[in-house]
């Protein structure tokens, strides 16, 4: 460790850290679930006892009284001192534990961004969280304590509990914010002895005692977390999606934005011979389901039909929880974006090698031309195996499990016709091409790769990732292909249906394969900003999938409406970017969307690659790769839209392409592709 690293580390932990790493629950990556307004209460409560921990309060039966009003520079803090002070001596503990537990939710976060700073805590995509790799702790309260900052916090509660020491009233505040959680028990194994231990430690502090009051004999606590229930989600009239011009072009995300417009954010339809289906849109259903989607949806029942078809259970789509954190921190240096730029140079060539097969005055539909551009790279860096011969048939048939198990718009009988039979079998093939290149010696002196963290993770656990589950995530990265190819030929259409930015991006690629093939820091310079941003806004306009569906396993209540357990809602996460409120002048494209002051793209409304739990885990690989193949296409050819009138659509099943009509022509070749 650093002398640097080990001054950040060296801050004192304040209580909100501690009561946040306490009920970090590491399987899962999330914290332990608690009510939410027993954890609001234990959240304001740690901020007050710091407050008069550090001499700024002090409180009695019948009051809480500032001692001090000077700020103490924490951002958790300093809000709530103020507030206070608005209001000097009138109120108790119990009074502003209640007033302020709305807050929660923000102090929650700077505290989460404080841990994270302090390299305590590692943020993953999805948000979750884990302690830092070689995150040890040591010297915050005496220079005897040595362990992570969990073990450290648990440490001193185990003694308060476990032995007849007096403890201090650090230790005191935080087991009364613990046992308002009512996570106590889980952390530590308490007997009869312990728990009668904890009861006597309860009552030795007064605002422990006004949290747990606050708790369990509030009246407004009820109304916070439980509102209005009987509101009734307004149903859409089917005559509205037949008439809607968005249903026509095929835009699902703006046809989601029309109807949260009208129907709020929570609207259902129930479309003839089918099941009730629940839809949420706009920010506040991205903000909920990214923060608290965990806790009361899962995919699993979505997914079971489907796993069938590659003759699996438990593959990741389908998993939730504790599973579900353990599966993606396997497999996820595999799709790290590190990954990809140690292996520019394989990135590079197989580009020009699929790009070499391009005909000059040669039309090809464009999806299947960028799904081949993508695959002939995907599969040599994840896989090692070239699948070119194989990927389109392996497509078409993900294409149809999807219509006939996940979609359900075809009959599942169309999944067994004679050509899907046939693709089905070429499953297997890639499993064995995988599996005969991944013996340790053809893998010696070979740069890891995705199938060796799966096959790893299969050898050290063969429950957890059975054999019978190898035949889906051996051949995902040649689905994965599908899908960036086809958000590669939205974005390919909209450079060549706008010649002012097609310019630019030509300029930016000239100049940046001018000397050879650019490195890491080129590629992720000044010198790509306008085809980065380019990216990001067609990302907005055409998210490949704009919507995720996930069954209730916990009945809620979300913006006054109740969502019933096993109901399955349809999260139209992408409905936000045709909002004008969060994207002005929604229907422009305009890429300065993302630049300082405006940042319209920071925060959940901007979700082109899911939320919560099951965002997208290769996102920053995505990112680059899909750079990397616009700036490649347009050094090295000229190109445009063909037919020349074509009009731009889009196919929405199973998930968002082009029109299969829409087909680019290669005009003539810029540069000589070096062998």
Not at 124 to 133: K, M, N, P, T, Y
Not at 214 to 237: D, M
Not at 590 to 605: N, S
């Amino acid at each position: 460790m650093t002398l640097a690293e080990r001054d950040t580390v060296d801050t004192p932990l304040t209580l909100l850290d501690e009561l946040v790493l306490t009920l970090l629950n590491e399987e899962s990556g999330y914290f332990r679930q608690v009510p939410g307004w027993n954890l609001n209460c234990a959240v304001v409560g740690a901020a007050l006892a710091e407050l008069s921990l550090t001499y700024r309060i002090d409180t009695d039966m019948e009051s809480l009284i500032i001692l001090d009003q000077t700020r103490t520079g924490d951002p958790c803090l300093d809000p709530i001192l103020a507030e206070i002070a608005a209001e000097p001596g009138r109120y108790n503990a119990q009074y502003w534990i209640e007033r302020l537990a709305p807050h929660a939710e923000a102090i929650i976060d700077a505290t989460l961004d404080r841990l994270v700073d302090m390299k305590i805590l590692q943020h993953h995509e999805g948000d979750f969280w884990s302690l830092a790799r070689g995150a040890w702790m040591s010297g915050f309260h005496t220079s005897s304590e040595v362990g992570t900052a969990v073990e450290f916090v648990k440490t001193r509660i185990s003694r308060a509990i476990f032995t007849d020491e007096i403890p201090s009233p650090r230790e005191i505040i935080i087991i009364c914010l613990i046992d308002t959680c009512d996570v106590l028990r889980y952390v530590f194994e308490l007997d009869e002895e312990s728990e009668q231990r904890v009861e006597q430690v309860l009552k030795m502090d007064l605002i422990g005692r006004s949290i747990a009051e606050a708790v369990s004999e509030n009246i407004a606590g009820p109304l916070l977390r439980r509102a209005a229930l009987t509101k009734e989600i307004p149903r859409v009239e089917l005559r509205k999606l037949l008439t809607s011009k968005n249903v026509r072009i095929g835009n699902v995300p703006a046809l989601f934005a029309e109807l949260h417009q009208e129907y709020g954010p929570v609207f259902d339809l129930k479309p003839p011979f089918q099941d009730r289906m629940i839809f949420l849109a706009g920010p506040e259903m991205n903000h909920w389901v990214h923060r608290n989607g965990r806790m009361h949806l899962r995919t699993r029942d979505y997914l079971e039909d489907f796993e069938e078809v590659y003759g699996g259970t438990g593959l990741l789509p389908a998993l939730d929880g504790a599973d579900h954190f353990r599966y993606r921190k396997s497999i996820q240096p595999g799709y790290s974006r590190t990954r990809l730029e140690e292996r520019l140079d394989l990135v590079f060539s197989r580009a020009r090698e699929s790009l070499a097969t391009w005909n000059i005055g040669e039309a090809q539909g464009a999806v299947t031309m960028c799904r081949s551009l993508v695959n002939s790279e995907l599969s040599p860096l994840l896989l090692s195996i070239d699948s070119q011969d194989v990927a389109d048939d392996m497509h078409k048939f993900k294409e149809r499990a999807l219509m006939t198990h996940l979609v359900k718009v075809l009959p599942k009988f169309m999944l067994y016709t004679p050509s899907m039979r046939r693709r089905a079998k070429l499953v297997g093939e890639v499993v064995d091409r995988v599996l005969r290149t991944h013996t340790p010696a053809q893998r010696a002196g070979c740069p890891r790769d995705l199938a060796d963290e799966l096959l790893s993770m299969h050898t050290s656990d063969r429950q957890f990732l059975p054999e019978s589950n190898l035949r889906f995530v051996l051949s995902a990265p040649l689905i994965a292909s599908m899908y960036v190819g086809d958000q590669l030929s939205f974005i390919v259409h909209a450079m060549l249906a706008q010649p002012e930015f097609h310019d630019q991006i030509r300029a930016e690629a000239d100049a940046l394969f001018a000397n050879g093939d650019p490195d890491r820091g080129a590629l992720t310079g000044d010198g790509t900003d306008i085809t980065r941003r380019f990216i990001m806004e067609c990302l907005r306009l055409y998210p490949i999938a704009p919507i995720s569906v996930r069954n209730v396993m916990n009945a809620c209540v979300v913006e006054g409406y109740e969502l019933p357990e096993g109901a399955r809602v349809f999260i139209a996460q992408t409905a936000t970017h045709y909002m004008g409120d969060l994207f002005p002048n929604p229907l422009k494209f305009d890429i300065d969307r993302y630049e300082a002051p405006r940042k319209e793209h920071v925060g959940t409304q901007y979700a082109p690659y899911g939320l919560g739990t099951h965002t997208c885990l290769g996102t920053r690989w995505t990112e680059m790769q899909l750079a990397i193949n616009l700036l490649m296409m347009v050094h090295y050819y000229e190109l445009e839209i063909a037919p020349k009138n074509y009009k731009f659509k889009i196919s929405p099943l199973p998930s968002m392409s082009p029109n299969k009509k829409f087909k680019v022509r290669v005009v003539e070749q810029r540069h000589e592709l070096p062998v």
